[in-house]
């Protein structure tokens, strides 16, 4: 029997390999992991040494800015918990299993999530996860008892690891999680979204409109949603009002850094503010900034015109 010799193999699976495409990128790949592992032996003693030896890589031009940005936040997210990232309880939109179809769906429509935990009774008391999607079922069969709908909620305690939580989340297909605090109390929810962001950054979502198509959007029950970067300008003459700060020597050029300065804090969700005739209700934050406005006419501004 006739041995053939390793390089000989190697050199005829290279040249007969009917995608060299592929080849090529498994080798960039491979160079690519090669040169960082190169680069930090010996390995660093602490994560901090690691994040600083990942900057030392970037300007040696190693690796990339966006590989580096992304791999310090995966080292950083090693030491997070589902309570640094998560939507604190008083700030959840949930659901009351008991509420009209009509509320219900009024509900979703206007918060634009896709999944919600719902409650019976008290706020504290969740059932259940309920998709939006699934609200069709019960529109199309309204003798459909709304239990029947709901998924099981997954429960997560405020200290479990963000590395666990994401191998949690891709294993059993959940998206989204109640957290509790340790006297078993709920403290707010967490998504997959919430996780990746730690990972990746910002992700866009139903939210994110380009700036193109506009930031001033009419709504059916006659309500506006307005982005928070809309100009105070585009507001005053889209409304036709004449909103400004109320101290002349403050200047803002957006709608949502008027309204975080005339609050005094940064909004949240659900919080209100009536200025000029308006009623601003906080529909969506991300990043310490409100991305999107609910606005209507002061129902008081309305009736003190009538009179």
Do not use: C
């Amino acid at each position: 029997m006739q041995l053939v010799s390793l390089p000989h193999v190697l050199h005829s699976k290279t040249v007969s390999d009917p995608h060299p495409a592929r080849s090529s990128e498994k080798e960039s790949k491979r160079s690519f992991l090669q040169k960082v592992a190169e680069f930090i032996h010996p390995a660093p003693d602490s994560p901090d040494e690691l994040i600083e030896t990942l900057a030392d890589a970037e300007d040696n031009q190693v690796i990339g800015p966006e590989s580096r940005v992304m791999l310090e936040r995966v080292i950083r997210m090693a030491d997070m918990t589902a309570g640094d990232v998560m939507v604190a309880a008083p700030r959840m939109d949930l659901v009351n299993i008991d509420a009209p179809f009509d509320e219900l769906l009024h509900q979703v429509i206007t918060t634009a999530h896709s999944r919600f935990p719902v409650y019976q009774g008290e706020r504290e008391n969740i059932i259940g996860i309920l998709l939006a999607k699934d609200l069709l079922k019960l529109q199309r069969s309204p003798d459909l008892n709304i239990r029947a709908l709901l998924r099981p909620a997954a429960f997560v305690p405020e200290s479990k690891g963000l590395n666990d939580l994401l191998r949690e989340f891709r294993g059993n297909r959940n998206h989204l999680a109640v957290v509790i605090d340790e006297f078993g109390r709920v403290a707010g929810l967490v998504t997959i979204e919430d996780v990746l962001e730690e990972i990746v950054g910002e992700i866009e979502d139903e939210f994110d409109i380009p700036e193109d198509e506009g930031d001033i959007f009419a709504l059916a029950d006659n309500s506006y949603r307005v982005a928070g970067d809309t100009t105070i300008e585009h507001v005053n003459e889209t409304f036709e009002v004449a909103l400004h700060a109320r101290d002349p020597d403050d200047e803002f050029d957006t709608i949502g850094g008027l309204i975080a300065h005339e609050m005094g804090h940064v909004p949240k969700r659900g919080e209100q503010i009536h200025l000029a005739g308006l009623e601003f209700t906080v529909l969506h934050t991300k990043g310490g900034a409100v991305r999107w406005f609910k606005v209507v006419r002061d129902p008081a501004a309305d009736s003190l015109l009538r009179s």
